[in-house]
């Protein structure tokens, strides 16, 4: 079965500056898709960004990126010129790319809440 | 981006009673729906994944019999929590898969999940 691990329980940054945000992952499969996603206090999931693991080049989306080490099996999230609004949970994901009643099954970490300093 | 609407957004019942809990994808039909429970500060806990037009498969350790699952359209699936008691009160939330014909941009859309407190 697969794992998901975020080993931060909490993180904090303060505003305009940079945070990473660990995750790794257990999994025998080389076909797969990695999220994040982020559960701010209104608890409204909303998908930050996305990696395909066939993919070398690493995902970005504006102030986010992540630095995707498949051999590692890690994938961590950057979060450049944090702003007060990235105040959140954020949770890791894992999806198999396979079909069967449980497609697009997700498998979450335990997530890392994420505190923004004025 | 989808939407995915849940409701009611907040329930209070009291012990012994059943409640039921709907998630809608909005604009776009969804084949597959997940229901998750999270307790505060914790992860999301899949209970079950919902296929329209079958039966729903069940994690492992969730109760079938207690947290009935019907997926009777692909705009809606439906989650009741029978003979409610107060161990039940959660954060219930639900996701629905868009699908594109590709695995590559399939993806879930969650609702903005449903607080049971069970009394």
């Known amino acids: 079965a697969q794992t998901v691990t975020q080993s931060q329980p909490e993180m904090s940054v303060q505003e305009a500056e940079t945070v990473t945000l660990s995750c790794t992952y257990d999994?025998?499969?080389?076909?797969?898709?990695l999220f994040w996603y982020k559960q701010p206090p209104s608890r409204q999931m909303i998908l930050v960004i996305r990696q395909e693991a066939y993919k070398q080049q690493n995902a970005t989306e504006n102030r986010f990126s992540v630095n995707f080490q498949k051999a590692a099996k890690s994938f961590s999230l950057k979060i450049s010129d944090s702003q007060l609004g990235d105040a959140a949970m954020y949770f890791c994901a894992y999806r198999r790319n396979a079909g069967g009643t449980s497609y697009g099954k997700l498998t979450f970490g335990q997530g890392t809440i994420l505190t923004v300093h004025p | 981006g989808a939407v995915v609407s849940q409701h009611p957004s907040w329930v209070i019942c009291k012990s012994g009673t059943s409640v039921k809990i709907e998630c809608r994808s909005l604009?776009?039909?969804?084949?597959?729906m997940f229901w998750y429970r999270q307790f505060p500060k914790q992860s999301l806990m899949l209970m079950a994944t919902?296929?329209?037009?079958?039966?729903?498969?069940?994690e492992q350790g969730v109760e079938k019999d207690k947290f009935l699952i019907n997926h009777a359209s692909l705009t809606l699936s439906t989650l009741t929590v029978t003979s409610a008691h107060p161990e039940d009160s959660s954060f219930y939330i639900c996701s629905a898969l868009r699908t594109s014909g590709g695995l590559t941009t399939d993806t879930q859309y969650f609702g903005p999940g449903t607080r049971l407190t069970v009394l």
């Open positions: 919902s296929n329209e037009g079958s039966k729903a498969t069940y």
């Open positions: 604009d776009f039909q969804a084949t597959t």
């Open positions: 999994t025998s499969e080389s076909d797969y898709y």
